[in-house]
């Protein structure tokens, strides 16, 4: 089966280049992280040795659309995986920082009723290399446009933690091997409670998201269907233990949706578990979904229910509505291609701008 070459660790590599002098192992290492290069494209590797690790490692992250939208402070991907399943990633630039939003899994198999990739169904998981790749490939974009990348959220197609193995292997990977810090990437989950038990003692400092959208269970569980497993009771007892064993807080995600969880009562549901949780809240803009037949609230009326929040004491800030021309909340893109649409603002696929020679050639 095709595999990436950012799937295996460095125990892996060495076996690999087993009979190869052993500072081979710190240069293809080095040339995967540092340089985001693949094996064939490290020229200070021999050509025999390249021509063999791009036939072990054919499996890759095809672009079947780069989109831009935003003046050109978010660029979403449409991926291609090598058995044909598609993954989306989102690049977004702000004054202060540049973010990437990746994918865990092909689908989900979660089923919020207000997810395109929910609606869609689970494919598979992502391995290891596959969620790298798609920082790596980021990463190159933003610094052909002189950027950064410096954050790394787990809020793209999928449900990171049931993914747990693949998604903790690459947290590491992009803290210790990319150099991303701990503190810049966050995941998020819809309340997986034995995995956010599990991961609070990782001991790591990674950030963790919740997706709440409702703070009591009858209305959390029409659009959140694994509440009726682990429920809202629960979900606070997790982010508390995490909190504890972390010293990080935990941010509830909120998507703002018109007459169903923008209301004064919600307002004040939230708060209350919110400060049980001790818990800061984003509320995001609800981007327009297929087959979902709510709106997004106004912005009169996320203004009000942000303000109602910091009443009651909650540090909430809303989120920027970023990417609704080009499809860029999760799942969008790619349900609009696989329902026979047009690509919004489709450019030239940008994937690995200016390649660095990296020493000398080992022909």
Not at 68 to 93: C, F, N, P, Q, S
Not at 108 to 124: I, K, N, S, V, W
Not at 301 to 318: C, K, P, Q, S
Request: with cysteine; aromatic share 4%; net charge negative.
């Amino acid at each position: 089966m095709p595999r990436s070459p950012w799937d295996p660790d460095r125990a892996e590599w060495a076996d690999l280049l087993d009979g190869e002098p052993r500072f081979r192992i710190d240069q293809v290492w080095q040339g995967l992280h540092e340089h985001g290069l693949r094996p064939e494209e490290q020229t200070n590797l021999p050509k025999a040795l390249r021509e063999r690790l791009a036939v072990e490692f054919d499996g890759r992250l095809e672009p079947v659309v780069r989109s831009v939208g935003d003046g050109g402070d978010t660029i979403k991907w449409l991926w291609r995986l090598h058995d044909g399943a598609t993954v989306e990633t989102v690049l977004m630039h702000y004054a202060d920082r540049s973010t990437v939003c990746i994918s865990s899994q092909a689908g989900c198999a979660m089923g919020c009723t207000f997810c395109a990739t929910g609606q869609a169904g689970f494919e598979r998981h992502l391995s290891v290399g596959e969620i790298v790749e798609q920082v790596v490939l980021a990463r190159a974009d933003a610094a052909a446009s002189g950027r950064r990348l410096s954050n790394v959220v787990y809020m793209g197609m999928g449900e990171p933690l049931a993914n747990y193995d693949r998604v903790m292997a690459s947290l590491r990977r992009l803290n210790t091997d990319l150099g991303l810090g701990a503190r810049h990437l966050t995941v998020s989950t819809v309340g997986l409670v034995p995995q956010m038990l599990r991961f609070a003692e990782e001991g790591l400092q990674v950030g963790l998201a919740v997706s709440l959208h409702s703070a009591n269970d009858a209305d959390r569980s029409t659009t959140i269907p694994i509440n009726d497993r682990h429920p809202i009771a629960d979900v606070v007892a997790a982010c508390e233990l995490f909190r504890e064993r972390t010293g990080r807080r935990v941010s509830f995600e909120w998507a703002m949706i018109a007459g169903v969880n923008d209301r004064p009562s919600d307002a004040a549901e939230l708060a209350s578990v919110a400060a049980a949780a001790r818990a800061h809240v984003n509320l995001i803009p609800l981007n327009p979904t297929p087959g979902y037949p709510e709106i997004g609230s106004t912005p009169e009326a996320i203004e009000a229910f942000v303000g109602r929040l910091r009443r009651h004491g909650v540090n909430a800030t809303v989120r920027a509505n970023r990417g609704t021309d080009i499809d860029a909340a999760c799942g969008q893109l790619r349900t609009r291609l696989a329902d026979g649409g047009s690509a919004p603002v489709t450019l030239t696929p940008r994937v690995r701008p200016n390649r660095p020679t990296v020493g000398q050639t080992g022909d």
